[in-house]
């Protein structure tokens, strides 16, 4: 899971994904986000349906995925055309994360509309209805968003919906109601399982199969082979945010961020599996070069 808002060009995209496919990996995913917000000088910050639809004649294997696109950038309807041609370019292998669209300040920057939460919500809703009509017959009707045409192209095959987000309640309500996958970023094990059981009730209320529906865990891993070489990692990074190794550690642990060595990275992943996810997006704040991911994927039990 890569950020190329905080900088990376295409080509860097491009290195990235085609290590993750010859390594094994079953999906890349990115971002979607215009603006780098917190860097100076700010990086350049490529779109993210523009450089999908690259990999998609890239790369020949591995998922390409989108986490996750709001509605805020993008009416349904530029959504669903992106990713159905996306998904034709790559012979199904797009997944299309959709989300409320979180930072103002992005949009505040770009004189894009940043409704309050409540309607940010509700358009997410809509949204999603409006994909599936998509989808289908091609007749939806909203408050917002209003569809009544023949959709082509349809999608190849799945097209899985991924609806990511922090809500306790809501999103995984919609989750169970309309996506093939949940995403949450990584957290306490016990809230995520307390959010999947809400995920589950709701696709049980929609007639569809719980067990059809994934859930994943986005975030960062910190791990390395040896112990004295995940120490010094940890020394660095904790030189990095001047603080002590032992505090940036227990900030680790606390908020249950897998790291250390293999054993102790596959301890934490279990205790994720235990309540229902069955995939993490290890997650790199700036786009890494091959060298970067094969020391970081040594150490992560797959």
């Not at 994904?17 to 917000?37: C, I, K, N, P, Q």
């Not at 349904?76 to 669209?101: C, E, F, Y």
């Not at 999603?128 to 082509?152: I, P, S």
């Not at 093939?180 to 569809?208: C, K, L, M, T």
């Amino acid at each position: 899971m890569t950020e190329p808002q905080v900088g990376g060009t295409y080509e860097d995209i491009l290195s990235a994904a085609r290590w993750a496919e010859s390594a094994g990996l079953v999906a890349f995913a990115r971002s979607d986000h215009y603006y780098g917000w917190s860097r100076e000088p700010k990086p350049a910050a490529t779109d993210a349906f523009a450089t999908l639809a690259g990999l998609a004649r890239e790369t020949e294997s591995i998922e390409l995925t989108v986490l996750v696109a709001p509605f805020t950038f993008r009416h349904p309807a530029v959504v669903v055309k992106n990713a159905t041609t996306i998904d034709q370019m790559s012979g199904g292998r797009l997944a299309l994360g959709v989300g409320t669209g979180w930072n103002e300040e992005e949009h505040t920057a770009f004189g894009l509309p940043f409704p309050p939460w409540p309607e940010r919500f509700a358009r997410l809703e809509e949204g999603l209805g409006y994909l599936q009509a998509c989808f289908g017959d091609g007749k939806f009707h909203g408050t917002y968003y209003n569809l009544d045409a023949d959709v082509e192209p349809k999608k190849t095959g799945r097209l899985p919906i991924i609806i990511g987000g922090s809500g306790p309640k809501k999103t995984p309500e919609l989750a169970g109601k309309y996506a093939d996958e949940y995403n949450v970023f990584v957290s306490d094990p016990a809230s995520i399982g307390a959010r999947v059981e809400i995920v589950r009730a709701s696709a049980e209320r929609a007639g569809r199969d719980p067990d059809s529906i994934r859930v994943s865990v986005m975030g960062p891993i910190t791990a390395r082979v040896t112990r004295a070489e995940y120490q010094a990692v940890l020394d660095e990074r904790a030189r990095d945010r001047d603080m002590d190794v032992a505090e940036l550690e227990a900030r680790w642990r606390k908020a249950f961020v897998p790291a250390g060595t293999p054993e102790q990275v596959a301890e934490t992943l279990a205790a994720y599996e235990a309540v229902g996810v069955s995939r993490y997006y290890v997650q790199f704040v700036e786009v890494p070069g091959p060298a970067v991911l094969e020391e970081a994927f040594a150490a992560i039990p797959r």
